[in-house]
């Protein structure tokens, strides 16, 4: 069946980096738009980043954009998401998720058919 599996998150300081990573198998990966999306405490799920099937077009949340960078791997059926100058709003679990098709990428996550476990990222202040 489907996995996708994300890395450990972990707790950083505000301003600090920190790298997630997100494995699938079961799937055809080259053929999946990817995208990464965070749920802090009482809030909705939210966009963060989305990537093409070929890493060729990204796209990011306002509030991410020249601080986190999505990239994929596809030899290695893996999505990363660098996230640099954390703040402590960025504090949330994260969450890989795939797209079935080589169309566009995709901000709405009802178009993701297949989710991670999720994985907690905290920023202190």
């Known amino acids: 069946q489907v996995q996708l599996v994300e890395s450990v998150g972990g707790l950083v300081q505000a301003g600090g980096s920190l790298r997630l990573s997100c494995v699938a198998s079961g799937l055809t990966f080259r053929t999946y738009v990817m995208g990464w999306f965070r749920q802090a405490p009482g809030k909705d799920r939210e966009f963060v980043a989305t990537?093409?099937?070929?890493?060729?077009?990204?796209d990011y949340a306002d509030s991410v954009k020249g601080r986190f960078t999505i990239s994929r791997d596809n030899t290695k059926n893996t999505l990363y998401l660098q996230m640099n100058t954390l703040e402590p709003e960025d504090t949330a679990v994260y969450y890989c998720?795939?797209?079935?098709?080589?169309?566009?990428?995709?901000?709405?996550?009802?178009?993701?058919?297949?989710w991670g476990q999720g994985t907690q990222v905290t920023v202190s202040s």
């Open positions: 990537v093409s099937w070929n890493g060729g077009t990204t």
């Open positions: 998720a795939g797209k079935r098709g080589q169309g566009t990428t995709s901000r709405y996550k009802f178009q993701y058919s297949y």
